[in-house]
C-alpha cells in the first residue's frame, strides 16, 4: 500500500517524534516558571508583570529552538511563539494566582493538577480516542492537550478551525490572573480592615 503524507513532517523530524515530545518542554516551562515566580517576585503586580514577560520571552525562545535549532515544528514562527508563550503563561498563571490565593499548598496543587491530571490525558502523544473512558475528550479543555494540538495544528494544518484550542489557553490565562487578582483584593481589603480598627 502506497501512502502519500498530506502534510509532511520537517526533514529534522521526518516521524514526527520531535514534534510530540514538544509538548513536555511548554508543560514543565510553565511549571518551572510558576514556581520561580511564586517564590522570587513579590506583590500582585510585579507577578503579573513577570507572567507576561515570561510567556514572551519563553514563547519566543522556545519556539527559536524548536524551529530553528531542531527543527521539529515549521509553519509561522510568531505564530507558533504565541501558541507556546500563551501556553507557558496559562500554566504559570494558574501556579501563581493559586499560590497567592490559598498559600504554600496551592503550589503542589496546581503542579500536580498539570503534570498528573492534565498531562497523561493530552493526547498530545496519541489520539484522544486511544484514550480510555472519556478522558480524551475531558483532556481537551486542559493546557498540556490544547497547546499541544494547537502547535501542532498551527505548524501544519493553519488553515484548520482552531478556536476552541485558542478559548482554552487564553481562558485559563484569565483564570490564573483572576486568582491574582482575588488574591489581591485579598489583601487589600484585609490591610483597609486592620487599618479601620
Known amino acids: ?31 518551572v516558571g510558576g514556581v520561580l515566580i511564586s517564590f522570587m517576585i513579590k506583590g500582585s503586580r510585579k507577578s503579573a508583570g513577570a507572567l507576561v514577560l515570561y510567556g514572551i520571552l519563553g514563547g519566543l525562545a522556545l519556539a527559536g529552538i524548536l524551529q530553528f535549532g531542531s527543527q521539529v515544528i515549521a509553519g509561522n514562527f510568531l505564530i507558533n511563539a504565541l501558541v507556546i508563550g500563551l501556553s507557558l503563561s496559562a500554566t504559570t498563571a494558574f501556579i501563581v494566582g493559586l499560590k497567592a490565593l490559598i498559600g504554600t499548598p496551592g503550589l503542589p496543587i496546581a503542579a500536580m493538577t498539570t ?30 492537550s490544547s497547546s499541544a494540538a494547537l502547535l501542532r495544528t498551527e505548524s501544519y494544518f493553519p488553515e484548520a478551525p482552531t478556536t476552541i484550542l485558542w478559548a482554552t489557553l487564553i481562558s485559563w490565562t484569565l483564570f490564573g490572573f483572576g486568582l491574582l487578582l482575588l488574591a489581591h483584593l485579598r489583601k487589600h481589603s484585609t490591610r483597609i480592615s486592620s487599618s479601620d480598627q
Not at 10 to 22: P, Q
Not at 121 to 138: D, M, N, V
Open 115 to 144: 503534570m498528573l491530571l492534565a498531562n497523561p490525558i493530552s493526547s498530545a502523544t496519541r489520539p484522544k480516542e486511544f484514550l480510555p473512558w472519556h478522558w480524551g475528550a475531558i483532556g481537551q479543555f486542559f493546557v498540556p
Open 1 to 31: 500500500m502506497k501512502v502519500t503524507d498530506v502534510r509532511p513532517f520537517t526533514e529534522h523530524d521526518s516521524r514526527g517524534t520531535g514534534l510530540t515530545v514538544a509538548g513536555f518542554p511548554m508543560v514543565l516551562g510553565g511549571i
